[in-house]
């Protein structure tokens, strides 16, 4: 009796062991199910062009809400893109912040936070954000070898003027991806950019002084460094056609990085001086910076650009606008400093 009591209550716990592991395996699938859906209404709205905001905040509700009761990295990480692609840059980093800072963090996870960072460093100015965003960047770069984090991290080091990671991150675009649209913009306009990270730092750029500087093979000075790939890529530039800048412009479309622009710009403001420039091209040099400081509103590169295209067309106050901007806040390291000063009225 006792015994077949002991079977009855054995075969009980069996079975109710079984259907509460079926009840947790539904409840799971469930779950996943709920999840799968909502991360494909984010991405669909991470994808779409041009991004509808109401939709897009719609759905990052849908997110937190899920997030509140299933919490999941991967909802962690849509949330974070997201919220970047609102423009809630601060509110983006500390999301990100809490899974990418911890150990176990993916390379997503980096990559992400290099975005968010890029985009913040890009709206205050915070060197220290920059390197951090950099630091990211690099680490994706390190790990999976791509084109994209690779550009990225390339064009951090001249945001924050690491001569050595630029000229470094400059050299893997060339090697490996030179036949890549981010290859071939980095190969046409990096020596442009290495003149004005120089002038940002007080180097004097006049062919006598970087021709003694890059002389000097065996310094390790980065200034002499810097010199030595200005020497080496000015074939580059001096070659550069304005139809092949039109070229990468087109392939790139709306995603032209804003480095890129302001080697547009500038060529467009040296064309005003010629037979088919005039006015027309001042004002498509400053359609192209002011699409650069809607979202990079602390580009030196593009403020001092566009204050001398509004000083071309007599638009003095809003030449002094930016002239004001770059004498507080551009470093006073920069050898333009002198001049911004002068020219302001």
């Not at 709920?34 to 041009?50: G, M, N, Q, T």
């Not at 905040?57 to 692609?85: F, S, Y």
């Amino acid at each position: 009796m006792n015994a077949r009591i002991a079977i009855a209550a054995g075969s009980t716990l069996v079975l109710g062991g079984g259907i509460v592991g079926f009840l947790m395996l539904r409840a799971g699938s469930e779950a996943e199910a709920r999840r799968a859906e909502v991360l494909r209404a984010a991405e669909a709205e991470l994808e779409s062009v041009p991004p509808d905001r109401v939709s897009m905040g719609v759905v990052l509700r849908r997110v937190e809400e899920l997030e509140k009761l299933e919490p999941h990295p991967r909802l962690t990480r849509v949330r974070a893109k997201l919220q970047l692609a609102l423009g809630r840059t601060a509110v983006a980093w500390e999301t990100i912040a809490a899974v990418v800072t911890v150990p176990g963090s993916t390379v997503e996870d980096s990559w992400i936070a290099a975005c968010v960072l890029a985009r913040l460093h890009a709206e205050v100015g915070d060197r220290a954000r920059g390197l951090q965003a950099l630091g990211f960047a690099q680490e994706c770069s390190d790990s999976t070898g791509d084109v994209e984090s690779t550009f990225l991290a390339w064009q951090l080091a001249y945001r924050v003027n690491d001569i050595e990671r630029w000229i470094e991150f400059g050299r893997r675009l060339r090697d490996e991806f030179g036949s890549t649209l981010e290859g071939e913009t980095a190969a046409a306009i990096e020596h442009f950019l290495g003149l004005a990270m120089a002038t940002r730092l007080g180097i004097d750029t006049s062919p006598e002084n970087l021709q003694a500087l890059a002389g000097n093979e065996d310094s390790a000075d980065t200034r002499a460094a810097l010199a030595r790939y200005l020497r080496d890529t000015e074939a580059t530039w001096t070659g550069l056609q304005s139809s092949e800048v039109e070229r990468l412009f087109r392939q790139w479309g709306a995603d032209a990085p804003p480095e890129f622009l302001v080697v547009r710009a500038r060529n467009s403001i040296l064309r005003a001086g010629q037979p088919d420039g005039g006015p027309a091209a001042l004002n498509a040099a400053i359609e192209d910076l002011e699409v650069v400081l809607a979202k990079f509103p602390t580009s030196i590169e593009a403020r001092h650009w566009i204050s001398i295209a509004h000083y071309g067309l007599l638009q003095i106050d809003q030449q002094n606008a930016h002239l004001r901007w770059l004498v507080e806040n551009a470093s006073q390291q920069d050898l333009r400093q002198r001049s911004w000063r002068e020219r302001l009225q």
